[in-house]
Nanobody, 115 residues
Framework: QVQLVESGGGLVQAGGSLRLSCAAS????????IGWYRQAPGNQRSLVAI???????GYVDSVKGRFTISRDNAKNTVYLQMNSLKPEDTTLYYC?????????WGQGTQVTVSS
């Protein structure tokens, strides 16, 4: 079992920055990758950034150059550094841990970017 706790969301002006945190606990050894997702219209969750157990990262085109995903293995925590935020980045953000058997989702954290 894996538990994920997200934090770091909030209200920021356009051009500002936030750092989201995803703290994992439980059977963290079983995690193959952790991704950050955001909620789109229709309650669909789309991938924003992902990091795997080897430290390789990937990003959706709309956030490349602005967002950075990283991890602190000692803290079992994955971060999403969000810079140059835009109003269109406003939505709920979730982290998801993938294992060989199932996925685990965090509770979500709200990011609101004002213009």
């Amino acid at each position: 079992q894996v538990q994920l706790v997200e934090s770091g969301g909030g209200l920021v002006q356009a051009g500002g920055s936030l750092r989201l945190s995803c703290a994992a606990s439980g059977s963290t050894f079983s995690i193959n990758n952790i991704g950050w997702y955001r909620q789109a219209p229709g309650n669909q969750r789309s991938l924003v950034a992902i990091i795997n157990s080897a430290g390789s990262t990937g990003y959706v085109d709309s956030v490349k150059g602005r967002f950075t995903i990283s991890r602190d293995n000692a803290k079992n925590t994955v971060y999403l550094q969000m810079n140059s935020l835009k109003p269109e980045d406003t939505t709920l953000y979730y982290c998801k841990a993938s294992t060989n058997t199932r996925d685990y989702w965090g509770q979500g954290t709200q990011v609101t970017v004002s213009s």
